[in-house]
């Protein structure tokens, strides 16, 4: 390493999608290049602890977790936990679609990532005509949320769950609010939204005065790409369990409706025969 080279310092290579995905925070930003300085194209794997990732990303040690698990929502990596005191493993990837992206824009063969130019003097004329067009980012293609209207009594969009404490008007400017994202995004708004006013109730955070003021600005910061859910996840995981209890007892109740309805098909005689039967085989079996 030269002189002049020194001076740099160490680098840093990141798939060049990192810089043109909107979605992505100042932190995720920071956290995604930590991630990257760690591993290698020929092997785009590390396992840095959560506080040397931390310091070198420059963000707070309890945000790691945080960040991390939305970096791997938005498909740049993959994490494997691992397990009592080792750090988890990160398996880094590029998001599909800003592999396609570049297809179309003379990428570099392996999909994503900077290869350094070694060609002569034609490539760099060509180069340099290049860099003296407009440069044009790929436009961000959004589909609006395909919300339904809210009924007269305001009861807001029936394909989205709202908290439960808030009145029809509030469910009709958070529902405008929330018009111009995913479904799953607006959901995970509308959760955090739910986790906030919990957390005010239980006395462990300030009460939220206006909570479609507070919806609006988490929209503004997801269209931003700066949204980074706290507490959403656990208002889904606990509605997801409680779905699944839902209807774990909705098919208890079909199969003791589908008895009911077999034995009153049957005769008394039938139930009298199959009662003994049943008796007669646990008696064998020593019950």
């Known amino acids: ?22 979605r992505l925070a100042a ?16 092997r785009p794997v590390c396992w840095p602890s959560r506080a040397t990732l931390a310091e070198r990303a420059g963000v707070s040690l309890a945000r790691v977790s945080v960040i991390t698990r939305q970096l791997e929502e938005l498909g740049w990596l993959k994490r494997e936990s691992g397990g009592g005191r080792s750090t988890s493993r990160y398996h880094m990837r590029v998001p599909p679609h800003l592999r396609v992206a570049f297809k179309n824009d003379q990428a570099p063969q392996s999909p994503g990532i900077a290869q350094p130019d070694r060609g002569g003097l034609p490539e760099q004329t060509k180069r340099t005509e290049e ?58 708004i509308l959760d955090e939204l739910t986790g906030r006013l919990e957390a005010a109730e239980a006395g462990t955070a300030k009460p939220v ?14 269209a931003k790409g700066e949204f980074l859910p706290e507490r959403a996840l656990v208002v889904a995981e606990r509605r997801k369990a409680a779905q699944e209890a839902r209807l774990a007892r909705e098919n208890e109740a079909a199969k003791q409706r589908e008895r009911d309805e077999y034995f009153a098909n049957r005769s008394q005689e039938e139930v009298a025969a199959m009662i003994a039967k049943g008796r007669e085989l646990r008696k064998r079996l020593g019950g």
């Open 27 to 42: 932190s995720g930003f920071r956290v995604l290049t930590a991630l990257f300085s760690f591993a290698s194209r020929e």
């Open 131 to 188: 860099e003296n067009k407009p440069h044009q980012r790929p436009a961000r293609k959004l589909e609006p949320v395909k919300m339904k209207p809210a009924p007269p009594d305001g009861g807001g969009c029936a394909d989205l769950i709202f908290p439960g404490r808030l009145s029809g008007e509030e469910r009709k400017v958070i529902s405008h609010h929330l018009a111009g994202h995913q479904p799953d995004t607006a959901q995970t």
């Open 209 to 222: 005065e206006s909570p479609s003021g507070y919806a609006r600005k988490l929209a503004t910061l997801a």
């Open 1 to 22: 390493m030269n002189a002049q080279a020194a001076d740099f310092g160490q680098f840093a290579q990141i798939p060049i999608g990192a810089l043109l995905d909107q």
